[in-house]
């Protein structure tokens, strides 16, 4: 039996430490019968919300992947240059 979600948005997940605020979820289905969902979202890191970003997903379990390798880069780019570049890069 396949498991049936029901989200509403906007909804905000945690995913380390970071929050994200997962504003839409557009669903489509491909030729080939595949379902791919468009996740609207937006990372707020250490205060600084991030512009709404979209990242196409075939679930929530690829969402989180892709987002946390996202978090990741602002991670890095925050301990190699500081917050002030974070800022610049992510709004």
């Not at 709404?52 to 190699?80: C, P």
């Amino acid at each position: 039996m396949e498991k049936s979600y029901f989200y509403i948005t906007p909804l905000e997940i945690d995913i380390d430490g970071v929050p994200v605020t997962v504003w839409e979820v557009l669903r489509t289905q491909l030729i080939n019968g595949e379902v791919w969902y468009h996740f609207v979202v937006s990372i707020n890191f250490k205060g600084i919300e991030s512009r709404r970003v979209t990242i196409d997903a075939r679930n929530i379990d690829e969402l989180v992947e892709k987002l946390r390798t996202e978090i990741t880069k602002i991670k890095v780019i925050y301990y190699a240059r500081g917050i002030n570049e974070v800022k610049r890069v992510i709004t």
